[in-house]
């Protein structure tokens, strides 16, 4: 009997050292945590941009509209403003009109459930700042100040959640092309930290702590390293101690020298082909599965 005890002692103990296991803020330590069991059996997932940028919705990948046209200054860019647009036009001037007037969770979370998808990644912020969710670190520039006046995010999340068993997920660009602060940080050759500390990692606290998604795609990481971004204080804290901890997957972009190297999922460059072997680009850490990328315009 004493040494049933024993044994049954010993095994709490074990159980109790393996649950209490925490992530060190460094990738050695991060790359230890396991790939959570829903991704691994997830086949099919369905990305979704949608944001100011779709109001003009002009040329290849309009996410990149304003990027296009003030920093590339694509000809055809141009061309379409001018024909299309007052002559001092500014991107700002397109928030109003992205009323999304007809936007319907409850057919949307519908048709994602009908066609099979697993999970779903929603753009809440791409590299122009703009936030789908009233963010209180984006005054005046989010869907709860200018343009639907509601919140795109949660009103999804709330949807899937309340008539759907998929998984939600969240997409969040670290960067943003035009913000002062990150802009102050670059003349400064990135030896400031203004805006991760003022606006992008606070933000991610914000999105984890409201929606407790199951996933976090991370973007806009590559001109700078994970350092200046903070990262591994941010992914410990996610795996640790953030609502989501058991569950949340997160991908490889959160530095220009991270992609298909840490993360729970490697996309690396976004070369992925389900019709030709993956030699250099898998998709999945981690996994066996493959996934289905269906991006929503």
């Known amino acids: 009997m004493m040494n049933f005890f024993v044994s049954i002692v010993s095994w709490i103990l074990v159980i109790s050292v393996v649950c209490a296991k925490r992530y060190e803020p460094n990738w050695e330590s991060l790359d230890t945590r396991p790939l959570p ?15 100011v940028f779709s ?4 040329g ?13 200054k694509v000809p055809a860019t141009l061309e ?10 500014t ?6 009109q992205f009323t999304a007037e007809f936007y319907d969770p409850d057919f949307w979370a519908d048709l994602f459930k009908d066609s099979g998808a697993k999970y779903i990644m929603l753009v809440s912020k791409h590299h122009e700042g703009f936030t789908n969710w009233p963010s209180k670190y984006s005054f005046n520039w989010n869907a709860g100040d200018v343009g639907p006046k509601r919140d795109l995010v949660g009103d999804l999340v709330n949807s899937i959640r309340k008539r759907t068993d998929i ?14 602060l990150y802009i102050e940080d670059g003349k400064n050759n990135w030896t400031t930290h203004y805006f991760p500390k003022a606006k992008a990692m606070p933000e991610l606290y914000e999105l984890i702590n409201t929606y407790k998604p199951d996933a976090l795609w991370s973007d806009g990481d590559w001109e700078q390293t994970d350092k200046y971004w903070n990262a591994t204080e941010f992914l410990a804290w996610l795996y640790n101690d953030s ?11 959160w530095g220009k020298n991270i992609r298909c190297h840490h993360g729970d999922v490697f996309n690396c460059d976004d070369q992925f082909n389900p019709k030709q072997p993956q030699l ?6 981690k996994s066996s599965q493959s996934i289905t990328i269906i991006d929503l315009k």
């Open 55 to 58: 109001v003009p919705s002009f």
């Open 60 to 72: 290849i990948g309009p996410a990149w509209f304003w990027n296009r046209w003030k920093i590339q």
């Open 91 to 96: 991107y700002a001037d397109f928030a109003p």
């Open 37 to 51: 069991k829903w991704f691994d059996e997830a086949k099919i997932g369905i990305y979704i941009h949608w944001g």
């Open 167 to 180: 998984r939600m997920g969240i997409y969040h660009s670290l960067l943003e092309w035009f913000n002062p």
């Open 243 to 253: 609502p989501v901890k058991d569950e949340i997957v997160v991908n490889d972009r």
């Open 80 to 89: 379409f403003l001018k024909k299309n647009y007052r002559p001092n036009w």
């Open 280 to 285: 250099t680009s898998a998709f999945i850490k």
